[in-house]
């Protein structure tokens, strides 16, 4: 049997939600862009879990991300938010490109936003010259920092400050209830001080499908409008909604034996000489930092392939695992003895943790 970590979308849905999904495909649909009974349901329990006046359903979170920007910006104006922040790194420019935003990235620490620089940026509007930016962008958990979530106060000091300079504060939350587990917060706390907020529904909630967008009942009926400019409606959308209604109302408990198994597999492979993280504070994300030219970490991965355990590679030197409901903790020693043989085969040397 090969262990997939290479994202937590790869994780199973349960055996409720696909019997959701049968039993959501069996009745009629509807006709309308929100008149399924599933989607309304879901979206209704999603908005009143993240504290907001409405949600709504789309296919991907990527989408869900930009139509919360273009729901709140108009053509020319600026969005900032951390340099390595997924909006920025890996959404393919779509805040400039579709949205017409131009995007200022702050280099913050493990997501979180050097408050002067963004300040400064939000005070822009007192030049004439410059534009001051409309909305900022936060990510919890953070992908590129090892899925660290941001502090709850960081979140509600950059909401503030995002008010007072008359700036909207999107939440890219793909791994949004990891954050509110590992924080041991309320979803709606977190969410309070943002103006938008995005969930997946298909990470670690493993739901075979889609994400949410929840926000003030105008900035949802913009967003209605926006998803079917990018052909984003959903119809037939029962059985998709009824997995993901099932998925919030379960797994949220279970998110805590992901972030165990992830801290247990990075505290493993320390024992072993790889330098791995979190052992503490993270989530469900564990870093191998390798210290190997990009060649080498693809020779890494083929010889951990060939001992059935995938990864992917992650930046400079690193490697990224996912943890999620497929992997079980009986299945880490199998991890830690495949990194062990990928090592032997590639000639690499142990590393201090």
């Known amino acids: 049997m090969t262990l997939d970590l290479r994202s937590d979308f790869l994780g199973p849905p349960t055996p409720a939600m696909l019997e959701a999904m049968a039993a959501a495909a069996a009745e009629p649909d509807g006709f309308e862009l929100r008149e399924n009974r599933q989607q ?22 990527t989408m869900a991300n930009l139509v919360g920007v273009m729901a709140q910006l108009r053509p020319g104006e600026v969005v900032v938010g951390d340099a390595e922040s997924h909006c920025l790194t890996s959404e393919t420019g779509g805040i400039a490109a579709i949205a017409g935003g131009m995007t200022r990235g702050l280099n913050g620490t493990a997501g979180q936003l050097p408050l002067e620089p963004l300040r400064d940026v939000l005070d822009a509007r007192t030049d004439p010259q410059r534009l001051a930016a409309r909305l900022v962008l936060l990510e919890t958990t953070h992908n590129r920092a090892g899925g660290l979530p941001l502090p709850l106060d960081h979140i509600e000091q950059v909401g503030e400050m995002a008010r007072r300079g008359g ?18 917060v ?20 493993c739901a075979p499908n889609g994400a949410l967008l929840a926000g003030s009942r105008e900035l949802i009926a913009r967003a209605l409008i926006l998803r079917q400019q990018l052909g984003g409606g959903i119809r037939p959308s029962g059985a998709i909604a009824a997995a993901a209604l099932v998925a919030l109302e379960t797994m949220l408990p279970q998110l805590q034996r992901d972030h165990d198994n992830a801290r247990a597999l990075a505290a493993g492979l320390g024992q072993v000489g790889f330098a791995a993280t979190p052992q503490s ?31 992917i590679a992650f930046g400079a030197g690193r490697i990224r695992l996912c943890l999620h409901r497929g992997i079980e903790a009986a299945d880490l020693p199998t991890i830690i003895s495949a990194f062990r043989a990928a090592r032997a085969a590639t000639g690499m040397a142990p590393q201090e943790n």
């Open 40 to 61: 309304r349901a879901l979206e209704a329990h999603a908005a009143e879990l993240l504290g907001k006046e409405d949600a709504l359903l789309f296919p991907t979170c």
């Open 167 to 184: 700036a909207g504060l999107h939440i890219d939350g793909a791994r949004f209830f990891n954050a509110a587990v590992a924080l041991g």
């Open 186 to 205: 309320s979803p709606a706390a977190m969410a309070a001080p943002a103006t938008t907020v995005s969930i997946s529904l298909n990470k670690g909630l």
């Open 281 to 311: 504070g993270g989530t469900n994300i564990v870093l191998a930092d390798l210290g190997l030219p990009r060649a080498a970490i693809d020779a890494f991965l083929a010889a951990l392939a060939r001992q059935h355990v995938l990864a």
